[in-house]
């Protein structure tokens, strides 16, 4: 059984900063190595979106809305990603998804999104 565990969410300030954690447990991790670990949001009203993605060497690809304000990171021994959100503006509130995608066996799995707001 898989497990994504999210967390860091929560309102902030505009300007003020958020880190949100996903940790990934579950038998299959153990014969498989997580090849892309990312996030995703959606806003009410729109689709769901790239945020970041990072690779299991490092590789990143971040959406042009974010670029300079978050870092995505990753810790593969403990198949945890990271997001660490800077200078948050309203238009960044929604709700934020872990994803992770295994090639070899073709798997692809999502959290249950953490709530981030942006709100003075």
């Known amino acids: 059984q898989v497990q994504l565990v999210e967390s860091g969410g929560g309102l902030v300030q505009p300007g003020g900063s958020l880190r949100l954690s996903c940790a990934a447990s579950?038998?299959?991790?153990?014969?498989?190595?997580?090849?892309?670990m990312g996030w995703y949001r959606q806003a009410p009203g729109k689709q769901r979106e790239l945020v970041a993605v990072?690779?299991?060497?490092?590789?990143?690809n971040y959406a042009d809305s974010v670029k300079g304000r978050f870092t995505i990171s990753r810790d593969n021994a403990k198949n945890s990603v990271y997001l660490q959100m800077n200078s948050l503006k309203p238009e960044d509130t929604a709700v934020y998804y872990c994803?992770?995608?295994?090639?070899?066996?073709?798997?692809?799995?999502w959290g249950q999104g953490t709530q981030v707001t942006v709100s003075s």
């Open positions: 990072i690779t299991r060497s490092g590789n990143t």
């Open positions: 994803n992770l995608v295994i090639y070899s066996i073709r798997y692809d799995y």
């Open positions: 579950g038998s299959i991790f153990s014969r498989n190595n997580i090849d892309v």
